[in-house]
């Protein structure tokens, strides 16, 4: 490191923080009921504390989850407070451009359910940082957020408001965006000196570490599929999240002590218990019944354990993609199978079966507006339900299909693009010396793991020749 | 470890696993307010945020709790997720089975009221891992989950419907249950080189990573005692809870200070500042008034301290009772001390000090139907109580102490029959070098404490040799 | 250590603890909605999410953040948990007396908020702790605690009830107070062993402990400042703080880079990106706007990292303040900031700019009684408001800075008191090799960072000596 890196990253946060600050005080508000009000109403209450959930998986969940490497810990949580930090404000300036006609001199509007999707929008980021974990600089990855933001919330928007998808835990708009993007981003920058790094592995306590962040993110998965929703929709997504993890749980033990010969995995633990909240996160809020929730739990942890025992190193070797944290099982794959599964559940959406809760789920299935239809529903439902576009059961689970397609699309080609612009060497790529190593990016004191023992060996030697030099004098 | 272990693992896993989604298929349902209705209700919220509180004492709590073993630690926060998620599928099921005629076609209905009862269930369980902590195969533990969880809610069945006994924050049926369920168990699996395993005992940072789970335990417990109930009991239940706990800490390092010459047994304040938790479980609803709250703390700091300093020992000694974490001392005694307080407070809950109050505690209390009294009562309350059996405070009380007696001879009986069927061959007990070490049940990586030293030690070793011999060429 | 040590320590605890419960047994009742009541209504919905949050600030993010000493962490994370339980007693008993008629035979009522309150208490005490962690007995740290909640109490009482100033997150009244309350204690401890000694630092593993705490202080700080609020402005100061800690971790990381040639310094991370949370805590119910409450996350996190290199050396070496934890830096100056802050906003607040809202913030702002400008404000709005003393914007804002400046007076004076109480030898201040040292403190076990080490080393060279003296023999 030097000063020049220091005072590069200094002007590159402290130029983008002033930006912020000018775009907020010329474009943001507080929300509605942010605002001096009579008579008082707490309308806090009800997202909170999902909020705060969604937090803990943030800053604790991915943070912690990251720590696993042995001589990286700092890097993992420091770092994923950073950039979380930066891409909440950066995801609020940019959602409220997307969704405001600011233009015309809209406002945007800052109350907890943007919170809630601020929050969201940088884990997205934070599954990228995954794949590039250890090969990458503070600012290449500043750098990668600043483009990764604006093209995830695009694509979220195209999906929500022209395809009318819908995504209860975005495992499209998140899980599967955040790991394809970050995975095309490390297939760019691609290098044999990390693949061959043997500091790119644990130590006993950094698997302990790690732990913490696996179960703050298995505990509040229900809360963070959930968060958006209020009713029986929140209900049913807390209940098929539950589900869904528990069996997840009980098919990765099963599946990677299977693997290694009764020998359990700590990074299939660490990782693929959690895919089942991936895996429901598309269809969570629909009526999946317990016994489906409880399906797609061990679907999704039979995938993602096979995947890190057969598909990543297959990766690694014919396509040169290099998966750090394997955001391939625990986000991509199991982000495609719940974009698939609503589909499917879509295209079954049938009004025998639903009934009318097929419009509550998906909007456009109400019939279009000044139709006998609509008017006989209305007529016969306490709801009073705004006009759709009446899309059949089937073109739903089609524009399901579609919203996957063009997520897929947009996270790897954005992501091939990011990958080169962090190559420009301004960026400081890591040098081989820096690669999975907290010592170049910070100060690191005294006692980590595995340097007591390397010290000692050293010093051994060294005491060695002294001893046995002098012992030949005589 | 072999192919054949894990083979058998995985069957018995997604045999089980395969079973539970077919009876969820045939059985279960969602909750009413998860159902699609109309027009929308949130009955999820005023339950949801303390059973969060709740699922981290499972997840986070007792499996960081557990890991203040030196080379056991992967073991005790990853299994202890297995055993959870196991357990909630089959409390699920078992809880089903009992409370409705499933029989004549019910089915039984999953809401966030029956997730925090399973999360319950799996607290059982995993109090009872904790008295045989290190002496047991994964196998092993999910064999006795699965007696323990049919065996542990037939329990809190007939104590609850039958004897009509109160036990709000459930320290008979879970705390009480579990331990002496456990410690049963653990005397049937008694053996010499468990006792004198010298792994089995802590490291500096795995105590750290054990108060993890304490202070959880500790933080959120007023959520566990109060999580059923709601209104005024609720309230009482927290700041019961809160002030129990804050008294029970203050003592706990006043006595562990006082059986050490001034120095803190890190054994008492990872356990012992729990035990004032445990201790007004059953009476957390009741009008126990804030100074009996930090009296029942003080007994319980008391109690708990001064047991893992004689009475474990005593317990090892005579009883040949190998409690790994003990739990005697944390969920045990003070369990039975909190059954007993019940009784007696249900014993004074007379009409003049209570009033009506004593009728939401105790229903059972409400006078029979179609008697003069009911008719008064009501007719005089703004609450219209349902009939009950009449009993006096006295007779209450007797029915308290009759649950308690009644949870431990299950437990116990229950815990020697797990214990038996455990030392079935087919289940992998371990073997004397398997004991306390996550080696044989985990691919462990390098750095796992005491390793290092010893490798380093080794290599130096191995050096001196070379160069020793080097030296003598001359 | 000795009998008498531990004797002493528990004579005092068990005569306090005795002390609480008979003042508890005379003095304290349940609050309204904990006693038995007809109709049943839930009041503790609202202020318990926030509660648990705050709980988990103070006994997880105050315990674990002082977990980064190398040898010193079951003192930072089990003490904390001792005076945190200590000190909510004695603060609810402290509250109760000052807050009561209790002389007139008034009773004082614990419900949830006096929960919230009394865990506010002990983040006072648990801050002052910061400043002379290491340097301290239990002893000392319990007497210092029993006398400053008394005095914090007070100052609180004077500023809130006769100053009638307004501070939404108690900036002034717990963070300021608490730091220079601590300072002038550390000040008056000063010793030179203690600013020489070797054991005062981290090692890898317990900054990574230390991160902990971090993180859930700033993920749940905007629970802290809003906690004691509903409707728009628990929502308004939810909103600033989260903005505020987000740029403040921004700038933190861009200071620390700059500061150290492109490395992160670590204590930086962990303490400085809280700044933020502190200096908007007096105005976070203020309507700032958004781009103000980030502007104010930016000074708070240059001044915290600024403090951390430039100014807690220069405390140390001119004015003899050892400061272990840099309490000056994360709670003493952004505490100050945030006041003068409050100080500024409030003389801006004017009836064109915020409307009725600044009654809502300075209900003293309200016209007098019998006044024609109440009548006129009452008729005119949905809202009643009580008759204040029609103090103007300008008049507020001195009453603020008053009141920071009665904190300040208060807490170094009294900070200067105890310390030289602390001194009196029968509290066991620590003697030099007990500096930084749990094994003074603590049943240490083997595997303390650092021992292994030296120990390897040591019996490297013995064998080193043997073999070569062997080597000799020829």
């Not at 959690?274 to 429901?280: N, R």
């Amino acid at each position: 490191m030097s000063y020049l890196t220091g005072g590069k990253f200094f002007v590159f946060c402290m130029l983008l923080e002033a930006a912020f600050i000018v775009i907020f005080a010329r474009l943001a508000d507080y929300g509605d009921s942010a605002r001096p009000i009579q008579p008082k109403v707490s309308k806090v209450g009800h997202v909170y504390p999902s909020f705060q959930d969604v937090h803990v998986m943030i800053f604790i969940g991915f943070g912690f989850l990251m720590t696993f490497l042995k001589r990286y810990g700092y890097t993992a949580v420091g770092v994923n407070m950073l950039i979380g930090s930066f891409v909440i404000q950066w995801a609020l300036i940019v959602r409220g451009l997307i969704r405001n006609k600011v233009l015309e001199g809209a406002k945007f509007h800052i109350n907890v359910e943007e919170m809630l999707a601020a929050d969201f929008a940088s884990g997205t980021c934070l599954i990228s940082f995954g794949a590039v974990l250890g090969k990458t600089s503070p600012l290449q990855l500043l750098i990668m957020a600043l483009i990764e933001v604006a093209l995830a919330q695009t694509n979220k928007h195209i999906c929500e408001e022209i395809l009318h998808a819908a995504d209860a835990g975005e495992s499209m708009y998140i899980h599967a965006f955040g790991a394809y993007f970050g995975l095309a981003a490390a297939r760019v920058l691609y290098r044999k000196d990390a693949k061959e790094c043997e500091k790119n592995g644990p130590v006993y306590n950094s698997d302990l570490f790690s732990m913490i962040g696996t179960i703050f993110l298995w505990m509040y998965w229900p809360s963070f599929n959930s968060g958006s929703f209020e009713g029986d929709e929140q209900h049913r997504a807390i209940i098929n999240t539950y589900l869904s993890l528990t069996a997840c749980t009980v098919v990765t033990f099963a599946f990677s002590g299977l693997l290694h010969k009764g020998k359990f995995e700590m990074v299939h633990v660490q990782n693929a218990t959690l895919a089942g909240g991936v895996a429901v996160g598309t269809t969570a809020h629909m009526v999946l019944h317990p016994w489906g929730a409880l399906l797609m739990g061990l679907a999704a942890g039979m995938l993602s354990t096979l995947g890190f025992h057969f598909i990543q190193p297959f990766l690694l070797k014919y396509l040169r993609i290099h998966d750090t944290c394997g955001v391939n099982n625990l986000h991509g794959m199991p982000g495609i199978l719940a974009g698939v599964a609503g589909s499917i559940v879509a295209a079954l959406a049938s009004a025998d079966v639903w009934g009318n809760s097929r419009f509550d789920v998906f909007p456009q299935m109400v019939p279009p507006a000044n139709t006998t239809e609509l008017e006989s529903l209305n007529s016969n439902s306490v709801t009073n339900y705004t006009a759709g576009l009446g899309r059949s059961a089937g073109e739903q689970g089609a524009y399901q299909i579609a919203a996957l397609g063009v997520t897929l699309a947009m996270a790897i080609g954005s992501g091939i693009f990011t990958g080169l612009v962090l190559k420009i060497p301004i960026f400081n790529e890591p040098q081989e010396h820096e690669l999975f190593d907290d010592h170049h990016w910070w100060n690191v004191p005294s006692g980590i793991p595995g340097d007591k023992g390397e010290t000692v060996v050293d010093s051994g030697e060294m005491k060695i020749f002294k001893k046995t030099e002098e012992s030949n004098v005589f």
